[in-house]
């Protein structure tokens, strides 16, 4: 069987692609809007920002073990995140959210809890509770971790499908692909690089606090820029002509 080509990942039915990417911004700018942030530097007793890097790498190596896809890390994240940072919507939510912050096995619990989650929801295959708790070497219980998720659950109102730099990426550059005549191996390292960016994003605290499409378009810039001269005009000159026909015309944070 042949290996499918870098552009087959991407959609050649722009309409639908440029109605899918107005649906993101648009909840991103409504239902999973960011906040300003949850952690204090000033604090000594609250977790790090570098506590948080070393789950989402924990994450991270659970998700290549497993055979998982990264973004179903993005989403465990976001949730994680916007459960921290958002008012908390009860009792429950707002005692959670308060010892996660600084207390680290409450922090890391209720990261694994968004990682359970997240699978469950993102993936074809869901990860038992129990295989769960052992992949977490039993730190916590099967009901410590489906109690977490309940809560972080009931404290998103249930909202956990906020869209990912990476769909907006890839979005992105569904719109460029008529637009734009270069090599099969020219959209390979695009889409490579744009992936390990956003991949990169997620582990840095600073990004939980933009949105996803800021961190998207940096993003794509940044390795429409790796690009030699004549393929960058190109991608650029293409990139402002989608741009000034699109709903990517909105505010940025």
Known sequence: MMKPTETENLSRNTEAVADSLAAMIKRELTTYSCYDGYLNHFDPNMITADDRKKLVDWCYDIADHC???????ASAMEMTDRFLAMPSNSADAARVSDEALIDQSKFQLLTIAALYTSIKINEKVAISSDLFAEMCSHVYTVEEIEDMERTLLIGLSWRCHAPTAHQVGMSIFSLLLPYVDIPEVTWGFLIDEMRYLTELAVRDYYF???RVSTIALA???NVISDTST????????????VWNASTLITPIR
């Open 67 to 73: 055979k998982l896809s990264r973004e179903t890390v």
């Open 208 to 210: 939980s606090t933009q």
């Open 219 to 221: 993003a794509v810039f």
């Open 230 to 241: 004549k393929e960058r005009r190109e991608l650029l000159g293409s990139f402002l002509s």
